[in-house]
């Protein structure tokens, strides 16, 4: 499985990015899917997950009411709508997809990571 995130940039305080990563591969949609970021000096955080579905989903409390996550099954896609973005949320966001929501909030049991896309959010 390959996972391929994009959409990342600068933007302002404030401000709207919306992130998307691409799974190829021996992809099951059956995998549910996740976002985490690094910022500078930090370890990796957990930061919104859906179920298969995309009925279920979970957020670090540092960002819920801010991003909504959502997948399309029929593009093997992830997406992570940012919106009031802080520079808090200044990072390299990663998709990630594993079998359990609970291990995938807690950063563990990930099958697959992609590559990830930069996000930088000025004062």
Same mark, same amino acid.
């Given at each position: ?33 996740? /976002? ?15 179920? /298969? ?45 594993? /079998? ?12 697959? /990571? ?10």
């Amino acid at each position: 499985v390959q996972l391929q995130a994009s959409g990342g940039g600068l933007v302002q305080a404030g401000g709207s990015l919306r992130l998307s990563c691409a799974a190829s591969g021996r992809f099951d949609t059956k995998y549910n899917m996740g /976002w985490f970021r690094q910022a500078p000096g930090k370890e990796r955080e957990f930061v919104a997950a859906v179920n /298969w579905s995309g009925a279920g989903t979970r957020y670090a409390d540092s960002v819920r009411e801010r991003f909504t996550i959502a997948r399309d099954n029929a593009k093997n896609m992830v997406y992570l709508q940012m919106n009031s973005l802080k520079p808090d949320d200044t990072a390299v966001y990663y998709c990630a997809v594993g /079998w359990s929501m609970v291990a995938m909030t807690a950063g563990i049991n990930i099958d697959y /990571w992609g590559k990830g896309t930069l996000v930088t959010v000025s004062s």
